[in-house]
């Protein structure tokens, strides 16, 4: 009789256990490549980031809202996460146009990088800050002497930056903005970062899908 119950009990904790985990299972979020994020195909080489931290790159440009959203969207989750994640902000830029990271660089020069966050929020609902003149009177009002803005701007190390930035927008294929790439592997775009839930799902998703693949790499050495 003894033998029987065991028998029953067993049989009966199996089934609770395979049932729990079909459960767990499914409460674990999947999301799908060309859907809720995308792929390269062949990944960009990044340089080893200092503890191993995951590189999140968010590729943007002022006077674009949902960049101002998704900036927030990923700063929290990078303050979240401080030894996780690590957040790198990267103006878009291309030849013939290099206003965004020419003025992100500038307000960096001067110590700035509050301006250089703030600017992205206000010209969001203020498109008139991406013409020269109202900017300058934006940069005044906020601290900084037009003509030294100006004389900043015009730094051959500014223009350097911008042209990295050039660079940087074509080696990762950034065809719209946000673009958000983590690890040179995976991208987020504004189908993704419009909703701040979404965002973090998918976000944590993908950085334990990539921990997941360096914790293999080196099981493998």
Known sequence: M??????????????????????????????????????YRVPIILEKQQDNKILIQSFFAYDCRICSQSQDVLTLYSQLHPHIVLLQKQPVATEQAKFSS????????????????????????NPALTEMETLLTWVAENGIPDQQFLEFLQLPEIQQKSEEAVYLTEKYGVFTIPFVVIDGRYVLTQSTLYDDDYAFAVLDFLVDKVRNEQQHLRNKK
Do not use: H, M
Request: net charge negative; charged share 25%.
């Open 102 to 125: 020419n003025v992100y660089f500038t307000l960096l020069a001067l110590d700035r990088e509050d301006l250089a966050d703030l600017l992205l929020f206000d010209s969001a609902t």
């Open 2 to 39: 003894a033998r029987l119950f065991f028998l029953v009990f067993l049989g009966w904790s199996t089934c609770i256990s395979a049932e729990t985990q079909t459960i767990v299972e499914k409460n674990i979020p999947q999301f799908e490549d060309g859907k809720d994020y995308f792929s």
